[in-house]
């Protein structure tokens, strides 16, 4: 399982970027995904999550109507499209899968793209 996150760069509040997640080595369309965020010297943070179809998405009520999550389950790939961008958005960018045993839980992650914010 390989994911490999892109996207990420310097923005200036008020501004739009968009992540991509390169899924491959198992049947992307098949996965929920996830994408969580690190904010420098804070914790984990679950952004948005998406079902396997597409058709089904969640947010975390901080960026609610200014993210977008969706997938091309065609090209293997997740997106998230990024508008009117804060300070307070400002941290790495991880895409991961969702699993489950259980409870549901992130099994793979990618290794991150750093998104700040900053004028």
């Known amino acids: 399982v390989q994911l490999v996150e892109s996207g990420g760069g310097l923005v200036q509040p008020g501004g739009s970027l968009r992540l991509s997640c390169a899924a491959s080595?198992?049947?992307?369309?098949?996965?929920?995904m996830s994408w969580v965020r690190q904010a420098p010297g804070k914790g984990l943070e679950w952004v948005s999550d998406?079902?396997?179809?597409?058709?089904?998405?969640y947010y975390v009520d901080s960026v609610k109507g200014r993210f977008t999550i969706s997938r091309d389950n065609a090209k293997n790939t997740l997106y998230l499209q990024m508008n009117s961008l804060k300070p307070e958005d400002t941290a790495l960018y991880y895409c991961?899968?969702?699993?489950?045993?259980?409870?549901?839980?992130?099994?793979?992650w990618g290794q991150g793209t750093q998104v700040t914010v900053s004028s």
């Open positions: 991961a899968r969702v699993d489950y045993n259980d409870t549901y839980y992130h099994g793979y």
């Open positions: 080595g198992f049947t992307f369309s098949s996965y929920y």
């Open positions: 998406i079902n396997s179809g597409g058709g089904t998405t």
